[in-house]
């Protein structure tokens, strides 16, 4: 119960996929199927703020150059990137991520999609107003 509990209130925060050092390439050819339609927003912050919101989604020995944080439930792509280090490269690779597409052989995007679907469906389940 305590970890359904956990489960439901991360269902609130957000998820992110980052760009790292040696960053994969972006699969560009294939979509993940049903995505859906997000307000994508730029932040073109400090390296030290880019370092601050992608941080949690990096491991502690890895450089984080930019990320997209999701916030599917208010169906949100939040692009995290350097302006002291200004890179197009960084910035087309997040923006693809936050047009639903991952990685070549990846299917983390696919996930992120796929649980916070199914955590939905709990919390409507979990309203009476949806029960009647
Ligand atoms: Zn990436």
């Known amino acids: 119960m305590v970890e359904f509990l956990k489960r439901a209130a991360r269902g609130f925060g957000a ?3 980052m760009c ?3 960053c994969a390439a972006v699969d560009t050819h294939q979509r993940v199927a049903d995505w859906p339609e997000l307000k994508v927003v730029e932040h ?3 390296n030290r703020e880019m370092r601050d ?3 949690p989604f990096v491991g502690s020995l890895e450089s984080p150059l930019g990320c997209t944080v999701f916030y599917f439930d208010a169906l949100e792509a939040h692009i995290y ?3 002291e280090f200004p ?3 960084v910035l087309e690779h997040e923006r693809l991520h936050a047009s639903g597409y991952d990685h070549i052989g990846s299917v983390a995007l ?3 999609l796929k649980d916070w679907r199914a955590r939905s469906k709990v919390r409507l389940a979990a309203t ?3 029960a009647k």
């Open 20 to 22: 790292l050092s040696g």
């Open 81 to 83: 990137v350097s302006r």
């Open 15 to 17: 998820v992110g996929l």
């Open 110 to 112: 696919q996930t992120m």
């Open 44 to 46: 073109h912050v400090s």
């Open 87 to 89: 890179s197009d490269f």
């Open 128 to 130: 009476p107003a949806a």
């Open 53 to 55: 919101h992608c941080a």
